[in-house]
């Protein structure tokens, strides 16, 4: 497993303003926004291309295209569709899969609710959204839950991470596969209720409001 935390005065400003709790929420999804973009960069370095003839207005060269079959990007609902415009930004021709995860604040269980995900994830480059490592549980049960439909080679980009996510998905995420984790920052701690500190709050609450 590889981590990546990404060391840049951008991500670290805009970072800075989505932890201020007097950031209002239509400017928490632009800079969100934004962010995201920040971390895709970092996120599809290694993406898969393959080389193609162009023709510019002077000569004929080799050049770049992604490689089939194309990426699959998969925002983790409610709080990872906020993330998902910053990702495809930059790969507009990738794929889009949604995972509805819900996580029982008491046990810090999860459940998946919703899935829209081809059968066969086999040969695809997956890039999974969700703005907090915190537990672990969520991504954990994400990762499993692509890896048993063929994935092999996936990267979760999130705004923050605890250690302790991080040490659980070191833990329990399968060795076969090839999975690394793009991040604004790694902060202190998770506090008794599982929330990372000092953190963010609820990314999801901020991002779309209180659902009850």
Do not use: W
């Not at 089939?68 to 930059?90: C, E, H, Q, S, Y």
């Not at 329990?172 to 604004?184: H, K, M, N, R, Y």
């Not at 902060?187 to 500190?197: A, F, H, P, Q, T």
């Not at 000092?198 to 009850?212: I, N, Q």
């Amino acid at each position: 497993m590889r981590v990546l935390e990404i060391d840049h005065p951008l991500v670290a400003h805009k970072l800075s303003v989505l932890r201020d709790r007097a950031t209002h929420s239509s400017v928490f999804r632009q800079l969100a926004d934004e962010l995201v973009t920040l971390l895709a960069y970092e996120a599809t370095r290694n993406v898969s291309v393959s080389p193609v003839q162009i023709e510019t207005p002077v000569t004929t060269m080799t050049g770049t295209k992604l490689s089939n079959p194309k990426p699959m990007v998969v925002p983790i609902l409610r709080a990872g569709l906020g993330m998902l415009d910053g990702l495809t930004r930059l790969l507009p021709t990738a794929e889009v899969g949604f995972l509805g995860m819900v996580r029982n604040d008491e046990t810090l269980e999860v459940t998946t609710y919703a899935n829209r995900l081809p059968d066969d994830l086999s040969g695809r480059q997956c890039f999974l959204l969700d703005p907090m490592l915190a537990t672990g549980h969520t991504l954990i049960a994400a990762t499993e839950y692509m890896h048993e439909r063929g994935a092999r080679d996936i990267t979760c980009v999130t705004l923050l991470c605890a250690p302790e996510g991080l040490t659980a998905m070191e833990k329990d995420i399968d060795p076969s596969i090839d999975l690394t984790i793009v991040t604004a920052a790694i902060d202190e701690k998770l506090d008794e209720k599982g929330y990372i500190v000092p953190g963010l709050g609820d990314a999801g609450d901020r991002l779309f409001g209180v659902v009850d």
